[in-house]
């Protein structure tokens, strides 16, 4: 059973920085698929960006360019780094793991067997 915890949420004004982290205290990540969803109030939660076992990348198209998302496995963490926030980036953000393979697309969410409970990160001055 993998546990998933994300931290590092909070209020910023546009423009701003924040490092939202996803950690899997005594599960190794090393196999699994990482993926970062955000879901703001009325909306569908979406994808932002999952990083696969071999390290592979991918970006929702409204995160391109301004959000980072990089793996460390001897830490069993993964981490989001976010520039130049905007207001539209306000959601909760959750991190979500699934055992890789190459028949997965890791945009779904149905992708993902485990979830964490979220951090709230609102963008607003």
């Known amino acids: 059973q993998v546990q998933l915890a994300e931290s590092g949420g909070g209020l910023v004004p546009p423009g701003g920085s924040l490092t939202l982290s996803c950690a899997a205290p005594?599960?190794?990540?090393?196999?699994?698929?990482i993926g970062w969803f955000r879901q703001a109030p009325g909306k569908e939660r979406e994808f932002v960006a999952a990083?696969?076992?071999?390290?592979?990348?991918t970006y929702a198209d409204s995160v391109k360019g301004r959000f980072t998302i990089s793996r460390d496995n001897a830490k069993n963490t993964v981490y989001l780094q976010m520039n130049s926030l905007k207001p539209e980036d306000t959601a909760v953000y959750y991190c979500?793991?699934?055992?890789?393979?190459?028949?997965?697309?890791?945009?779904?969410?149905?992708?993902?067997?485990?979830w964490g409970q979220g951090t709230q990160v609102t963008v607003s001055s």
């Open positions: 990083i696969r076992a071999s390290g592979s990348i």
């Open positions: 979500a793991a699934s055992y890789d393979s190459v028949w997965y697309t890791v945009t779904l969410r149905s992708t993902y067997g485990y």
């Open positions: 005594g599960f190794t990540l090393d196999y699994y698929a």
